[in-house]
């Protein structure tokens, strides 16, 4: 198997800065290229309960907020691998449901190997694997690194 792309979604985590730190070593060992990947939701924040209470302003302010992290998640990861001499490329999505998102850019851009962190930010240390990392590894036709 000849790896020449590597996906790796991030969200600004420990534990996913960790994933981007070994995606850039494994890509440069193998001259390959990466692909980040960050996941926005459409709504940053729940409204459920709070109806009318919440203007449209505050809304767009909102989420206009969470694309600028999502941005500076990115170039951060941008900056580690071209300090590491790796070509790297970057997506931002929207969907609610990161592990869709994850599996359809995986397939739009021909991945061969996602390489992600064990948890996310909604994510606890103490299990085995986060919730979207489980649903990566089971719906992925790519392999999938994980990492601690």
Avoid: W
């Avoid at 070994?22 to 459409?42: D, G, I, P, S, T």
């Avoid at 990861?77 to 790297?88: D, K, R, S, Y």
Wanted: charged share 20%; glycine share 8%; aromatic share 2%.
């Amino acid at each position: 198997m000849t790896v020449q792309l590597l996906l790796v979604p991030t969200d600004g985590s420990e534990i996913s800065t960790r994933a981007v730190q070994k995606a850039v070593e494994l890509a440069a060992a193998l001259k390959a290229r990466v692909r980040f990947l960050h996941v926005q939701n459409n709504y940053p924040i729940s409204l459920v309960g709070v109806g009318e209470l919440v203007e449209a302003s505050t809304i767009e302010a909102l989420v206009e907020a969470a694309g600028k992290r999502g941005e500076a998640i990115l170039q951060e990861a941008v900056t580690v691998a071209e300090t590491a001499g790796v070509q790297a490329e970057r997506a931002v999505l929207m969907n609610p449901l990161p592990h869709k998102a994850i599996l359809e850019e995986a397939s739009a851009c021909g991945a061969d190997l996602i390489v992600m962190g064990s948890h996310g930010r909604r994510g606890l240390e103490g299990l085995l694997l986060g919730s979207e990392t489980q649903r990566v590894l089971l719906g992925s036709s790519a392999p999938v690194l994980v990492v601690r």
